[in-house]
């Protein structure tokens, strides 16, 4: 017994330091700063979960079996995907990345896959699509970055019994996690060895063998063993970012942070309980609909104006926006996307520059706008001009040499005294975003 539990301490001591041991690669750094300096990517929920035309939840909601489920392998065929058209549209958005739903909770694998039969090949459109994504990637000079469900309602020995999510997809027995984890790290091992560079892997799921939220206990049912996943991946890629979207403070090992639709600090879905890192990049995803996969009741597109305004909250407050969309079983991507994505990046043609490679503001968020800055510049985002004048509190800069609209370079007339800075505005309504730019004086 004794030496069990000597054995016990061991092994766990040993868990813990090989864990806290990762030191990011040089290579890794400096995707970290790619990362940050980009800002804005475009997600992509799509798969055979589009075509019922109810969310990649479908499975689980509507309590489809395995057996039943496996009958959309057969229906997808989508005619109208163009990864040439989808990649120039992320990139007139102003998008730098593009992460792409790789396999998600239902356990579709959308590329050509050794290890599972559910995946792409066996469509009637038998094409792979992360390599057509990861080509065309490369070839436009964007980012691929890979979501990665670790979550699976259709494998046996993934450890379902645990699970909080997909109770009724008929599965029997009990899971069997060690055959589970080969099979994650076999088809890592394919999307890390054939596609070429990859930006990061986005894991989500994780929350499935937690607690329930707000309950004190955090800890996972089951020991996922990431160390292991996570060294393997950057073995393979050692630039590769990880994010997991575990609503946790960030694990060892892990490159970014991510919020699921709230900024870093909000909680509005009621699972962002985690605190932002000061250390890791950030990003924050969100919906133009109300829907992640493809969803056919769902009219509810925010405007352009919402999704500017988004972008550049996330910025001030140093995390990246990845927009979704969730394209139709065709493949088509509906005008509503494209024509808000357009205009997000008409915007940053103009305002690019106060956005891009910036750091957080020296502020949070206010209730007239935001801040975002970058060496000798502070962009003061005024989003709701209700007052001819605001004030900036706290400037950690000797001087302004100089103030004026980014949009036209039209000066701003303003009063600095004692670390107080008063901006006279006298701003349009009709503007999304008045950016005041200010040259300072450290
Ligand atoms: O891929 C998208 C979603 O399908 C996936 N993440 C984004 C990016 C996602 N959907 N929901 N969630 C993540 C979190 C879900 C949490 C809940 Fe539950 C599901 C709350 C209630 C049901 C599981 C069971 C977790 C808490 C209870």
């Excluded at 160390?227 to 950057?234: F, G, V």
Aim: proline share 4%; net charge neutral.
């Amino acid at each position: 017994m004794k030496n069990l539990i000597i054995a016990l301490v061991f092994l766990s001591l040993g868990f813990s330091l090989k864990a806290q041991n990762y030191i990011p690669s040089a290579s890794n750094l400096k995707q970290r700063e790619w990362f940050s300096d980009a800002r804005f990517g475009l997600f992509i929920h799509w798969g055979p979960f589009s075509i019922p035309g109810s969310g990649e939840w479908v499975m689980n909601d509507r309590k489809l079996t395995v057996h039943n489920y496996t009958n959309l392998q057969d229906f997808f065929n989508p005619i109208d995907f163009n990864a040439a058209a989808y990649v120039s549209m992320a990139k007139n958005a102003g998008m730098k990345y593009i992460t792409l739903i790789t396999r998600h909770h239902d356990g579709f694998s959308m590329w050509d896959t050794k290890y599972s039969d559910f995946n792409i090949m066996n469509t009637p459109y038998q094409k792979d699509i992360v390599k057509m994504m990861a080509d065309e990637c490369h070839k436009q000079g964007i980012q691929l970055y890979l979501y990665y469900s670790l979550l699976d309602w259709r494998r046996e020995d993934y450890p379902h019994e645990t699970g909080r999510t997909g109770q009724y997809s008929g599965r029997k027995g009990n899971g069997d996690y060690a055959s589970y984890l080969q099979f994650m790290k076999n088809q890592l091992t394919e999307l890390l060895t054939n596609y070429g560079k990859i930006g990061g892997v986005w894991f989500d799921g994780h929350w499935d063998q937690t607690q329930p939220e707000g309950s004190a206990d955090r800890s996972s049912r089951i020991d996922w063993k990431y160390d292991e996943i996570y060294s393997l991946i950057h073995k393979l890629q050692p630039q590769c970012m990880i994010g997991n979207n575990h609503h946790l403070t960030p694990f060892a090992g892990e490159d970014f942070q991510m919020f699921e639709r709230d900024l870093p600090g909000e909680n509005t879905s009621g699972l962002s309980l985690q605190q932002a890192s000061d250390k890791l990049p950030l990003e924050t995803c969100e919906t133009i609909s109300n829907s992640w996969g493809y969803n056919l009741s769902d009219t509810s597109y925010k405007t352009k104006t919402q999704l500017i305004k988004m972008l550049v909250k996330a910025s001030s407050l140093g995390a990246n926006l990845l927009l979704n969309i969730g394209p139709m079983p065709s493949g088509k991507v509906q005008p509503e996307f494209q024509d808000r994505l357009a205009a997000v990046g008409e915007w940053l043609n103009i305002y690019g520059e106060s956005i891009y490679s910036t750091k957080a503001g020296f502020i949070k968020p206010q209730p007239w706008g935001s801040i975002t800055q970058k060496e000798n510049k502070v962009y003061v985002h005024v989003l709701d001009p209700k007052n001819s004048s605001i004030l900036v509190d706290k400037t950690p800069f000797k001087k302004i040499t100089k103030a004026y609209l980014l949009k036209d370079k039209k000066p701003v007339k303003f009063l600095s005294k004692n670390g107080h800075t008063e901006i006279y505005t006298g701003f349009s309504t009709e503007e999304i975003d008045n950016v005041v730019v200010l040259e300072i004086l450290n």
